[in-house]
């Protein structure tokens, strides 16, 4: 069973920048593609990027595109996410998840992000 902790979240000024974390446990990271969520207070959680096993492939949602950037280093078990150019509405609680075939299946427990108009 792997286990996903996310680290970096805070508070931040629109047009600011933060570096999110995902850290996993066990041999199986590098062979299982990755994503991030995130899920506003009343609202669905919402998907944002998503990043191969290898990290050669990228995908992201339009609302965050040339503003966020996943990427992974599997020899340290992590994931990243880049975000800048924060705008009020990126105020949420992001997930790092990893994918079993093509089901998001292990989840982690969250990190807070804010950002203040």
């Known amino acids: 069973q792997v286990q996903l902790v996310e680290s970096g979240g805070g508070l931040v000024q629109a047009g600011g920048s933060l570096r999110l974390s995902c850290a996993a446990s066990g041999r199986a990271f590098s062979r299982s593609a990755m994503g991030w969520f995130r899920q506003a207070p009343g609202r669905e959680r919402e998907f944002v990027a998503h990043?191969?096993?290898?990290?050669?492939?990228?995908y992201y949602a339009d609302s965050v595109k040339a503003r966020f950037t996943i990427s992974r280093d599997n020899a340290k078990n992590t994931m990243y996410l880049q975000m800048n150019s924060l705008k009020p509405e990126d105020t949420a609680v992001y997930y790092c998840a990893a994918q079993v075939s093509q089901t998001y299946t292990y989840w982690g427990q969250g990190t807070q992000v804010t950002v203040s108009s």
């Open positions: 990043i191969s096993d290898s990290g050669r492939s990228t």
